[in-house]
């Protein structure tokens, strides 16, 4: 547990709800939100109103949480994710009232976005820098750099490190998207020859 | 209306607001949720933050409402239904500001789970120990031990009463679940023979 | 920026945050609603329990807010619109932790409908009198008039200035509706003919 002066540069709105102090540097904890005790958050997240970041879940560096999120018990967010707005996040798969199952996991990889809205029903991994569209359901892992949405969420193309859809692949095997980055496609995957020129990862 | 020392068993977070006493013994409210006078609420909730319980709503035994669900008049949730986190319930067919219309009634029977951030389409009803999937957009009435999911929300199979997914039914007429219960199919319709080991109901 | 003077007939729930002063004679703001400081919020509104209007936000006269649901910088709804509870709007197109990108703009317009639990991907314009069913995902413009749901939400038929779907268009090129108005389809659009009994716009 950190001592009180390791939280320093963290803001905590005056009605967030704050049970812990592991949370790193430079984070921001808005309105309505309740982190509770046993919960990790990282440095420098945006945790916007209304989110609730329970007993031990795991929230990396550089996270946005937009409004209205849940991340449970169960749930981990790499390194640069991105939570849309009033997405879904989950942790049991068959749930009844008065009958308890094992918690299924739900991992969200470095750099993902699920878009506002979407809902992940657990088991379920979003690969590194995908992108899951606005009111997808996601009932399948999804692909690194891989973009899904519908209901249920298919791919449907590829997405770049900077969020920015992939038009030319699968048609070309190299791009370079605009933001600078440049991008092969080899056996279904995508790999990043050059990162965006301003990189914050 | 109970008297204060009725509500003598009840949990209610600091944050949360309560308009009524008529809450059921060992009942737990969390944090800005807010249950409106005229509301009505069972014994051994689990009413979790977030969550706004209307005026003429009315709750059982032993539900469980996850975070930031809206509880309208003219829904019903019956005894031991499980409401998934984000899940949209509505009391109105057609909607428009300024041409108010009849209510339409959101009745959650006996056991029922609504997946997490599923939408229920009033007016409405999902039968005893059915399940909506998560994200499911539900516009059709939900028969017994059913399993919907999709947009719009389809039959896909059958489930137990403790909430898993009966895999046999219908190509099997008899199964007997993990959980200890007995089931039949008989007539296009799911009938318990033996109860779960532990069944809490 | 109004006096206080101005907001004297302003109700604001004790549990409400308010920065501003630009709210419209006649509106009401409920528990748990934040009105940022910049924001813009018309006469007679209803923005109910939860909701989060944030700084460039502009909301015209009699709106309805239902519960959670967030109004964007970017965000535009216009008087006598209906946005339903956990409908989620969006001001990204292609969102990225620490790649911002130029803002998307959502325009709800005059006399919409939202439906709860529905998904508007920017950027986006929902028409005059348009209604989106509940638990859609739009992802393209909506005529006026027009009724879309599904995900990707599709055009499914017409409606009324009061919300009601007019089931006989486009068979018939005239029809009236039980509110009283009369309807004309020409070229594909809907025409009003004469206005409900008791339009209040």
Redesign the interface.
């Known amino acids: 547990m950190k001592s009180e002066q390791q939280m320093k540069n963290v803001f905590v709105h005056p009605?967030a709800?704050l049970d812990t102090t592991r949370i790193g540097s430079g984070t921001r904890i808005w309105?309505?939100s309740?982190v509770m005790k046993g919960a990790r958050v990282g440095r420098r997240c945006n945790i916007c109103?209304?989110s609730?970041i329970e007993n031990g879940a795991v929230v990396g560096d550089?996270?946005?949480i937009?409004?209205?999120v849940?991340v449970w018990k169960g749930v981990t967010i790499e390194d640069?994710?991105?939570i849309?707005?009033?997405a879904?996040?989950?942790n049991e798969r068959?749930?009844?009232?008065?009958?308890p199952?094992a918690l299924a996991r739900t991992r969200i990889c470095q750099?993902a976005?699920i878009?506002?809205?979407a809902?992940l029903?657990a088991p379920v991994k979003v690969g590194r820098y995908a992108?899951v569209?606005?009111?997808?359901?996601v009932t399948r892992d999804v692909p690194d750099f891989t973009l899904v949405f519908?209901?249920?969420a298919k791919p449907r193309g590829f997405?770049c490190?900077?969020?920015?859809?992939l038009n030319e692949l699968p048609k070309k095997t190299k791009t370079r998207c605009v933001?600078g980055a440049r991008v092969a496609f080899q056996k279904g995957k995508v790999k990043v020859l050059a990162a965006?020129r301003s990189?914050?990862?």
């Open positions: 009605a709800m309105e309505q309740h109103a209304g609730f550089n996270v946005v937009k409004n209205g849940c640069g994710a991105f849309g707005s009033g879904v996040l989950t068959e749930p009844r009232s008065g009958f199952k750099g976005t878009g506002a809205g809902v029903v992108t569209g606005a009111g997808a359901v519908g209901n249920p997405m490190v900077c969020g920015r859809r933001c965006p990189c914050p990862h």
